[in-house]
């Protein structure tokens, strides 16, 4: 019984500072959506507005067809899985993952047999009856995995639910979630600011920053193609050039940028989205090179740094600094005059702010 | 926004604070009444209850005793205070576990058991002075907070500054006074002027060690309310509420009165 | 110098002073009343024995677990608004609690003297509004004891509550929230069983520090409601029988370190994890 979360228009204030600002979302019956951003972005206090812990200033929010705005917490039936877990120091693992169904009144059999189901689920059947002082934070997690499934909620959310765990462990539970939570095929909202977690884990990811979502997107389009400045700097398109149109002629469009250097963008790998635009390039989007007709932005080498796959140079062009990567074949040294070649597929062209 | 207090626990809240303060303010009201009886509200406004303080000489005798008193017995727990909370946090590994319940004793004990067999052991048995009597009573009845108060500050205390001090070539017994003692200066300050308050306060211990021609200021009190009925009482309580006010002020800069919460 | 030697030399001086000056003399006070001629425990037999001395005993205790029970009640539901006061309203609530605290027994008590008394502020308040005709005698009753000594140590409880209801995460209450239980539900099951810990150790601290007081009873109890420790000090210095005094001391030694023993023990039981 999986069910879909639609917030319209959504504004929250924290006394009189305004957190949210007109936010709409729509996650569909057994999607998995991300909320991304870093701290202070808005991302935790759209959890808890939907968890019910907060109130919104103003806006709806509706699971299917039940609207839960003004619903108090405990009638909202969401599965919750908090940063710091917040198992019950004083029960224990059974209890704790009983908790939910007590609170509805399901007694007797049925809970210990959906209990110890779910505890056996998650590879706790051993420890069933110790108390969560005497588990390890992986093991802790998976209570409280535990505790938010047993009760079958409609939609499950996580509240930065690795944040805790090492880094081993985070890589094998971020698993564990996609794979109970696509069992149960259950919509689920995760809010996280580590950007390898949600692009592995969601279906779609909504990167937010000030209130308001920037762009929301499955993993894939999010990453090759941005929809603005912070989204494009946010998956690591670190190299931002400003350039201007000055000719648009056939299969390519002519760009200049601050100092005059030019490049040629062929039309079949970009789409130009205005007279002034910025050129976006992750370092590994812009190919350092020596040979004397390689076509792209002049530069002057600066500081190498050795990053494993390639050297990393930093480089000055007539439009500013930028990052750039060469080969391992041909180490080049500072103060060489390079070409830096545009790789279609690491760049994009956002339109100017 | 959310989790809203019932309004009849708020209701409750303040008839609890009522309850808490109202006695003080009747005392306050009761000092300044212009009567020779004691009373609240008071009739008509007079300072003159607390110049009778100063006629009473038995009240300015004990209140300098007390004052002493509490200066003294603070000070010598703090003496030894101070390197058993540090011992106690700087070598956890060597030190057995119980002597954290030794400094504890003092309380667990009940203080007028303790009052009673300092007044048999010290006093009659051995026949120390009553002033040097009172002065180990003091200092064992406050040794718990000073040790616990500064404890809890060396509990913080990172001790590798200490250690990078020692390896900077700063002698180690030079490098507790100039790095360790600075950093819990108001762990310091604020066991010591918890512990000086409980002193000037204690009646159970005092009430067996005073004697004749040494008493303190609530012993005095004690006895004089028991045989007069006047607002001079009322004044020399305000006046030590007065002093309560100082202590929690400095506590409130230094620690935070929150500290006492925990 | 060893660190093991330097420990011990840190610590020498204060463990030396509560021997020698606690230890000893407690421990005096104990030999006392083994050293009667009529036998090693004829004076325990004599206190167990003397129907006033148990009337003081029971009736101290009474006034204890009364006065234990009637802050719990108290203290726990200041402090449950204390502790979800905003914050500056919760310095300001601690201030006024820590202020009493802070203020001596003595004065304290002196102010329910000023209030019960014959000519006190309630009776002339209540003769002022008719209620009564005549003023009532409300001091050296059981009555007026207790209600100073909730006055004592009802702050105390409140600051120990406060410090344990702070200590319990917001998340603990909003999980138990989002898994559906309501705010009855949630401080039933989960507020109320992560405060235990809190509770005992406040109870113990009123109940021990109201069973062992000597200042309240003697001002507000008088020798009509004698208590231990107005009893010790009749019989140690009023009428010198330093004896009968220690036994009384023993007893109250006894029942204060077997009520903090047993409620430490309660404590652990109910909640297997503290530790």
Redesign the interface.
Known sequence: MTQSLTLENITAHYGTTKVLEDLSLHIAEGELVSLLGSSGCGKTTTLRLVAGFLEPTSGAIRLGARDLTRLPAHSRDIGLVFQTYALFPHLTVRDNVGFGLKQRKIGGAERTRRVDEMIERVGLGALADRHPANLSGGQRQRVALARALVIDPPLLMFDEPLSNLDAKLRVDMRVEIRRLQQANGTTALYVTHDQEEAFSISDRVAIMKGGRIMQLDTPEVLYSRPANAFVADFVGFDNMVDMRVISDMGESVTAEMDGGAQIVLPKSQFTVPGKKFIFAARPDGLLVSAAPGAEGIPATLGLRTYIGRAYQYTCETPGGSVAANGPLSAPLESGANVTLVPQPEQCCLLPAE | ???R?HPL??A??VV??L???G??V??IG?ALSDTS????PPQGLTLRWFSNIFEISAFTRTMGTSFMLAVGGTTLSM???I??A???A??RV??PAF?GN??V??I???????G???????AA?IGLPIMAALL??H??LV?PYT?RVVGASLNSFDFSIEEAAVSLGCPRLKAFFIVVLPNIRAGIIAGFI?AF?TS??D??IS??LTGPGVSTL?IQ??AH??QF?DPT??SV?VL??GV??A??AVV?RTLG??F??? | MSTRLRAWLFVAPATLLVFVFLGLPVLATFLTTFGDPKGPFSTYAAFFNSKFRMTVLWRTMEVALITTIISVAIGFVTAWVVARAPSRLKSLLIIAAVFPLLTGVVVRSFAWLVILGKNGILNSFLLKIGVISEPLSMLYTQGSVIVAMVYLFVPLMILTLVGVLEGIPQDMTDAAASLGATPAATFRQVVLPMAVPGLIVGSVLVFTGSFTSYATPQLLGGERQMMMGTFLYQRAMVTFDWVGASTIAAVMVVVTLTTVLVMSKVARKLNPVAG
């Open positions: 926004m959310k989790h207090i626990l708020i409750a809240t609890t604070f309850f808490l303060l006695p003080l009747v005392i009761a009886f004691l009373t609240f003496l030894i205070g390197p058993a540090y011992a106690m700087r070598y060597e030190l002597l030794v400094f004793l003092p667990l004990i009940p203080e007028i058991v303790l009673f067999s300092l007044m048999k052991s010290l048995g180990i009573g200092a064992l040794l040790v918890l308050i000037l306060n009646v159970s009430i067996f609530p009190l004690l309310m028991e009925f009482i009322a309580s030590l509420m309560t006010v202590v929690m409130e009165l929150t006492l919460t925990k």
